[in-house]
């Protein structure tokens, strides 16, 4: 199955109403996922431009998109961002097929990036 992080920023009233009754989002989450035949696989919370994140798995992109879709119409969050995740067998998966491909490039980008 395709794996995703789902990039998170709760809204002011998002965080008064934790803070008013902590609740393990986790387990709603989980919940949610499996109904759409996807996989929660991990929740972080962090400093910075987002809240947190959340990497789950889903069973195609349109699940994904789904889930994302339903997410965010409670308007408890003021902005996300999703992004496809790649595994190592992946990228291996990409270059050797990327090696067996011919691509000519720009003719004078020795000009332009000198080595």
């Known amino acids: ?17 934790f ?6 989002r986790g387990a709603v989450v989980e919940q949610f996922l499996k109904g759409l035949g996807g996989r929660l696989i991990a929740i ?7 809240d947190g ?6 069973p195609d ?3 994904a998109m789904t889930a994302i879709v339903k997410i965010i119409t ?11 995740l790649f595994s190592m067998q992946d990228m291996i998966t990409v ?12 003719e ?3 000009t332009v990036m000198p080595s």
């Not at 270059?95 to 720009?106: V, Y």
């Open 1 to 17: 199955m395709p794996t995703f992080m789902y990039q998170f920023k709760y809204t002011p009233a998002a965080w008064a109403g």
């Open 19 to 24: 803070v008013k009754k902590p609740e393990d």
């Open 44 to 50: 972080y919370y962090s400093f910075g431009e987002w």
């Open 53 to 58: 994140l959340v990497i789950f798995e889903a």
């Open 61 to 63: 992109e349109l699940s």
């Open 74 to 84: 409670p308007g408890h969050l003021e902005a996300t961002k999703t992004t496809v």
């Open 95 to 106: 270059t050797r097929r990327a090696s067996k491909l011919e691509f000519r490039g720009i």
């Open 108 to 110: 004078d980008l020795q």
